[in-house]
């Protein structure tokens, strides 16, 4: 059971909770246009403010929290505000839940600016020295000299024992007060600080221009519809925020896609048939196969690496939150049979070349995975010049290949009888 104090309802509404969603449309905006074709997933007061994942092919999963503050830009914010020592507790919980992770990043965002600490009552209890310059001044810029770190120890475990104090469980508070410098200086180099950003006003202009560099948008379909776009992105997080199930809170990468492809259907532009295969997809046999994705690279490789074993599990598991929400929809069935379709008749062909001298190691399986993800996406292509695909990105096609090997209908061994 989470122990960790909840903070997720902090904002519910005004300029800080259209803050949050702003912040969530650009972060996710912006990972799709760094990365070719990831998983990306995001949420708002998913235990922060904004939450951002990205699943990709070499590091796994990075996962980033932030925490959004909308106050007046002429006010400042101190070390010593509660909303800064609040988070900072919040900060600590995630990277000791999260295991200190190096895929693990943090981030404040505030349109206030920085202010100086002044001698307080906490100051003389915990026996603070400040520094000459502002504590979040200092850290904005990377500075994590001895006595930075003393005053960041001290007001941080001060706070940390306050909050739990009246909670039967005392979270990490055990743990941090043995942190050494090297430890402290280790969590905050994870804590991106912003002070002075947009409000919402001038925020909203910069994710309407993010929203014209999207992948998915398209300049003469597009065009004066950013904001109409922007408006529907937020409505889509506004609309999963109140589930309970913290999966059902995020805003996937496919789900951007197919936004933005139904707001191509507002031109007057010739349209194409929906693919007619979602009945052959209908009547496929249940597998004989009960085997799981790793045991389907078990049978055949042994020796193939957990790291990769615990990355394909990252995007099946991404795949099966898409599965779950688009399985119902008959492009999304016919994209899945087209897709078995080609992957069963070209894995035949490479199972057939396979000889009994041949070693099967990590190399060849990845060669596999990469060549039928190479054929199903040429298979797509040529099929949308005939038929509408409404998912169809990179990253889905990937997704549904790892869950047809999951859901035993392909396999690497003549174990599978379909």
């Known amino acids: 059971m989470d122990s960790r104090i909840k903070r997720e309802a902090s904002q519910t509404g005004g300029k800080g909770f259209r803050l949050q969603r702003l912040r969530a449309v650009g972060l996710m905006l912006d990972a799709l246009d760094k990365n070719n074709n990831p998983f990306v997933y995001a949420a708002i007061e998913h235990k922060e403010d904004v939450f951002v994942s990205v699943v990709n092919e070499a590091d796994g999963a990075d996962n980033y929290y932030e925490e959004d503050k909308n106050y007046d830009p002429e006010g400042s914010f ?35 600016k920085i202010g100086k600490e002044n001698e307080s009552s906490i100051t003389k209890s915990e026996h603070i020295t400040l520094c000459s310059n502002p504590l979040l001044e200092e850290l904005s810029a990377d500075n994590y000299s001895v006595d930075v770190i003393d005053c960041v120890k001290k007001y941080i475990t001060y706070e940390y024992s306050k909050q739990y104090s009246k909670k039967q469980k005392k979270g990490f508070l055990g743990t941090i007060k043995f942190w050494d410098y090297n430890d402290w200086k280790n969590f905050l180099i994870k804590i991106s600080w912003q002070f002075g950003q947009e409000g919402n006003d001038d925020l909203e202009g910069k994710v309407v221009e993010k929203i014209k560099k999207c992948p998915y948008f398209s300049a003469a379909i597009h065009k004066e519809m950013e904001q109409a776009i922007l408006d529907s992105l937020m409505e889509c997080f506004d609309k999963k925020q109140s589930n309970t199930d913290s999966l059902q809170k995020l805003v996937s990468g496919s789900e951007v896609e197919m936004l933005f492809r139904n707001f191509s259907g507002l031109r007057n532009i010739p349209t194409k048939n929906s693919d007619p295969m979602w009945e052959m997809w209908n009547k496929m046999p249940i597998p004989d196969d009960k085997r799981n994705l790793p045991e389907k690279v078990e049978a055949v490789c042994a020796a193939y690496s957990e790291k990769k074993k615990g990355r394909l599990a990252r995007k099946l598991g991404a795949s099966k939150i898409e599965h779950e929400r688009f399985a119902s929809t008959k492009d999304f069935l016919s994209l899945k049979y087209r897709i078995y379709n080609v992957c069963e008749e070209n894995l035949e062909k490479i199972l057939e070349s396979v000889t009994l001298e041949m070693v099967i190691n990590e190399a060849l399986i990845d060669e596999w995975f990469n060549k039928l993800k190479t054929v199903a996406i040429n298979e797509l292509n040529n099929l949308s010049k005939t038929y509408r695909y409404d998912f169809k990105s990179d990253s889905v096609i990937e997704g549904i290949i790892l869950e047809l090997f999951d859901s035993c209908f392909l396999s690497f061994d003549t174990n599978n009888e379909q």
């Open 78 to 112: 101190t070390f010593n505000s509660r909303e800064v020592r609040n988070t900072l507790v919040s900060f600590v919980d995630l990277y000791l839940e999260n295991e200190m992770s190096p895929s693990l990043f943090l981030g404040f965002y505030s349109t206030n």
